[in-house]
């Protein structure tokens, strides 16, 4: 029964994976990439499985786990899936909520009853997810927004090797990149398509929010903020607010407003809470790299003082750290190296915007793009001082970033090229 199911189930995924690449072929502008990028993704998975990792097997692990528990006793698996305990005869697991890592085992466990425990089937569904979820923006951008490099999207989420390596395969970041890039591709579409929202969308961004708050919910509300600041504006240009400067200013009030409701809404999001746990991580993790490359800050307490003195610091440093004599071991010299280009391509995209050639985006939608790094990179940069550690988290900052930063008339001259 298990493989008939299993038999099925794949059937159906490739009939279905079949009929979007045929689909998407015909997308104006970017169709003939999609077959070249989707090979190259799925070759990268296989070597990210070559080379698992300790948290990977763990996932896979716990993952067969569930799904025994589902065949055996499938009332005890939807009471698994709905807590924050596995309970078995024989090992349990306890988390204690908003545990990212058990809702990735808990996916795990539903996709092995297509994948029968494959680790490599399960790589391959979380590669091929991420892959469609960066795809609806690769093919939205540039009817949206005609006058765009239209090679900035692809290179930005699938060819930038630290982000296609890291979103390939059993990593959280597949999961959360493909989400939080299929979230902003419908976004775009509802505020600047100019076509009737449908219900469906409206479910499916649904379903996209909750699952990115529970990967990783501080990421994930990030983008959520800088999104709705996105429409506030939208709605303001409709009512004739057009000037730059109150756009700033409705961002600015809606970060403040947002930070206050939702401090009083949850307790993770107030100050001092955040503050702790800021510190906590860094400590903690500043133990453990104290013979490998890291980051450390002079008198960094949980105070606002403390937290906006050492902000630009934390965030050039999850831009351009590790630098290429920092180690010489292959993995930070090849991020040593990466962080060079993109370190270039920062310069050269402040030179261009010094010069009014910063691109074609519309000023609203880079604003918001903007905050929502810019504060990502602070809080990557002042919660993760192991620079191996930092290169994995800054996953679901860099295809944003990048996607900026190829937008000036000079990369554009380039890419054009």
């Not at 097997?57 to 709905?82: K, M, S």
């Not at 993760?384 to 550690?389: D, E, I, S, V, W």
Request: charged share 10%; hydrophobic share 55%; net charge positive.
């Amino acid at each position: 029964m298990r493989i008939l199911l299993a038999v099925g189930l794949n059937t159906g995924l490739l009939w279905l994976l079949w009929r979007w690449v045929r689909q998407q072929q015909q997308a104006a502008g970017v169709g003939q990439f999609i077959l070249p990028l989707l090979a190259l993704k799925l070759v990268i998975t296989l070597a990210t499985v070559v080379l698992l990792t300790e948290d990977a097997r763990y996932f896979q692990y716990w993952g067969i786990a569930l799904t025994d528990q589902l065949w055996t006793a499938p009332t005890a698996w939807v009471g698994t899936l709905l807590g924050d305990e596995f309970h078995a005869p024989d090992r349990q697991l306890i988390y204690h909520g908003y545990s990212n890592t058990f809702f990735l085992i808990k996916i795990l466990s539903a996709l092995n009853l297509a994948s029968l425990g494959s680790v490599w089937l399960n790589a391959m569904y979380l590669s091929v997810f991420c892959f469609v979820g960066c795809w609806q923006l690769v093919r939205k951008l540039p009817p949206l927004f005609p006058d765009t490099p239209i090679l900035a999207v692809p290179i930005s989420f699938l060819l930038w090797p630290s982000v296609l390596y890291w979103t390939s395969g059993l990593t959280k970041e597949s999961v959360l990149v493909g989400t939080l890039a299929w979230l902003t591709a419908l976004v775009l579409g509802w505020l600047y398509g100019g076509r009737p929202v449908h219900a469906w969308s409206v479910v499916g961004a649904v379903v996209l929010v909750v699952v990115a708050f529970k990967m990783r919910y501080f990421f994930a509300v990030l983008l959520f903020v800088a999104l709705l600041g996105l429409a506030v504006i939208r709605v303001g240009e409709r009512l004739g607010v057009r000037r730059r400067g109150m756009q700033v200013t409705l961002v600015v009030l809606l970060l403040v407003g947002g930070g206050f409701v939702l401090s009083e809404v949850n307790s993770i999001f107030r100050f001092n809470r955040f503050s702790s746990q800021l510190l906590r991580n860094y400590y903690s993790m500043l133990e453990q790299s104290r013979h490998k490359p890291h980051i450390e800050y002079e008198h960094l307490a949980p105070t606002w003082q403390s937290v906006v003195t050492n902000a630009p610091a934390a965030a050039l440093n999850t831009v351009v750290r590790p630098w290429p004599w920092e180690s010489l071991r292959w993995n930070y010299l090849t991020v040593s190296l990466e962080n060079l280009v993109l370190l270039a391509l920062l310069l050269t995209a402040m030179a261009a915007v010094a010069r009014g050639r910063g691109g074609r985006l519309p000023f609203a939608l880079v604003l918001v793009l903007v905050v929502y790094c810019l504060g990502l990179a602070i809080l990557l940069g002042l919660t993760t001082p192991n620079l191996g550690t930092l290169n994995r988290y800054r996953t679901v900052l860099l295809p944003f970033l990048l996607l900026l930063l190829l937008q000036n008339d000079y990369v554009r001259r380039v890419l054009k090229w």
